[in-house]
């Protein structure tokens, strides 16, 4: 077999090695943070005190269903 044909048979596989990686990858990531969002209410309760505003429940879960709805449109 001539040398081209096995440096273009490394090319091909190593491009669709990287391409697979690469996806395969950015699916594992979707679905980890799906399951397991950055922040979730008590941490953003903490938050809120430590800027100096008292969270109530109602406003807690406006902006977790806000984060939500922004996360999904991405």
């Known amino acids: ?6 440096i273009l048979i ?5 491009l669709a090695c990287a391409a697979g990686g690469f996806f395969g990858a950015r ?3 979707e ?3 799906k399951d397991n969002p950055p922040i979730n ?8 005190l430590q800027m ?6 109602r406003k807690l879960h406006q902006m977790m269903n ?4 922004n996360a999904g449109k991405k």
């Open 66 to 69: 806000a984060m939500q709805q």
């Open 1 to 6: 077999m001539a040398t081209w044909i096995w």
């Open 31 to 33: 679905n980890y943070l």
């Open 27 to 29: 699916k594992y990531m």
């Open 52 to 57: 100096g505003q008292k969270p109530s429940q």
């Open 10 to 14: 490394v090319i091909v596989v190593g």
């Open 41 to 48: 209410e008590d941490q953003l309760r903490a938050m809120m």
